[in-house]
């Protein structure tokens, strides 16, 4: 079993910066591809950017050059850089990994982009 948990999420004006974070248990990380994902109120779920356990990393066209997906499979981690954040970008945070038939998801964090 999988367990995981965002973190660094709140408020930010728009141009600012957060660094979310995905902790993870168990000792199956290094072999998960990860997702970020995120949802907007009245909106679905949409992925925003991808990491695959050797490292090779998928971005939605709306956060290209902006975000950046990262892990440090020593620390059971991954984490979303956002820069540049705009308004859009509000809604809460999920983090998701995979492997063959199984998926998990945390619980996720909130992120505000407001003045």
């Known amino acids: 079993q999988v367990q995981l948990v965002e973190s660094g999420g709140g408020l930010v004006q728009p141009g600012g910066s957060l660094r979310l974070s995905c902790a993870a248990s168990g000792s199956i990380f290094s072999t998960l591809n990860i997702g970020w994902y995120r949802q907007a109120p009245g909106e679905q779920r949409a992925l925003v950017a991808r990491?695959?356990?050797?490292?090779?990393?998928n971005y939605a066209d709306s956060v290209k050059g902006r975000f950046t997906v990262s892990r440090e499979n020593v620390k059971n981690t991954v984490y979303l850089q956002m820069n540049s954040l705009k308004s859009e970008d509000t809604a809460v945070y999920f983090c998701?990994?995979?492997?063959?038939?199984?998926?998990?998801w945390g619980r996720g964090t909130p992120v505000t982009v407001s003045s």
């Open positions: 998701n990994g995979w492997i063959g038939g199984d998926e998990y």
């Open positions: 990491i695959a356990p050797g490292g090779r990393t």
